[in-house]
């Protein structure tokens, strides 16, 4: 049951993230991390999302701002340096409160203050320190790499292409890092059951497949409009799950 539920998860959020280019990360971290132990929900997380975001850059690769990579991926490395140097492994509850709180926070930031264009090299590599040091933290980063679009002159398509190459990259880090991790705390529930990655991998590719139809068809007005509250609507039940985790292990 366990797995059937897991699995239905990967699939949906795959279309969801198909369709948005996030928020399908974040939905299926948050149920992974209160099934699973953090370790292993960060790997079968990353996993997953590696195929899912590689394959929706590969359906409109076309579309993607080569520019950015230089920045990015030196930010990157930065990021996972940095956790492999101290070795930290998140709460649940934390993971969960994080990942709710920052589409909330990033939704409050008025464009003004904080009006960034990720084609030029020094933003794509903060977006890289910030974007995969959140991964790492909390498995998904998508509210606060949509801060380093809002102020680009890029279509849907672009967006959705450039955001699924470099949240590929962060997920490669993450799942590298974790596995490390679970490795070197020799936590044994975090090790993987190998049965479980084909079929996610195969609902991750057909779910991002049709996401990917679905945005072709959605009008560029309902992507800018609607998007930041679905992530904001995802956000506050998140962290009133984490909350609500965090009274009751006191509670115990």
């Not at 969801?16 to 929900?41: D, K, Y």
């Not at 930031?109 to 903060?126: C, G, M």
Request: aromatic share 8%; with cysteine.
């Amino acid at each position: 049951m366990l797995l059937l539920l897991i699995l239905v998860t990967v699939f949906l959020t795959s279309v969801l993230s198909g369709m948005i280019g996030m928020a399908g990360g974040i939905v299926l971290m948050a149920v992974l991390v209160t099934l699973t132990p953090v370790t292993h929900a960060m790997i079968l997380h990353g996993i997953v999302q590696s195929v899912a975001n590689g394959a929706r850059f590969w359906f409109l690769r076309e579309h993607m701002l080569y520019q950015v990579l230089p920045g990015y991926l030196l930010g990157s490395l930065i990021a996972i340096g940095v956790f492999f140097t101290f070795s930290v492994v998140p709460n649940e509850n934390l993971v969960l409160i994080l990942l709710g709180l920052t589409p909330l926070v990033a939704h409050l930031i008025p464009n003004h203050i904080l009006s960034v264009d990720i084609r030029k090299p020094r933003v794509a590599f903060l977006c890289g320190c910030s974007v995969v040091g959140l991964q790492l933290t909390q498995g998904t980063s998508g509210p606060l790499l949509d801060l380093f679009y809002q102020s680009s002159p890029l279509n849907r398509f672009q967006i959705v292409a450039t955001k699924a190459f470099t949240q590929t990259v962060g997920h490669v880090c993450k799942t590298t890092y974790y596995l490390y991790a679970s490795i070197s705390l020799s936590d044994l529930e975090a090790q993987l059951n190998p049965l479980w990655l084909l079929p996610a991998v195969l609902l991750a590719l057909a779910g991002t497949w049709l996401g990917t139809r679905i945005l072709h068809r959605m009008p560029e007005e309902s992507f800018q409009r609607y998007v930041p509250w679905a992530m904001d609507a995802i956000g506050l039940l998140c962290v009133a799950k984490g909350i609500s985790g965090l009274v009751h292990g006191a509670a115990a």
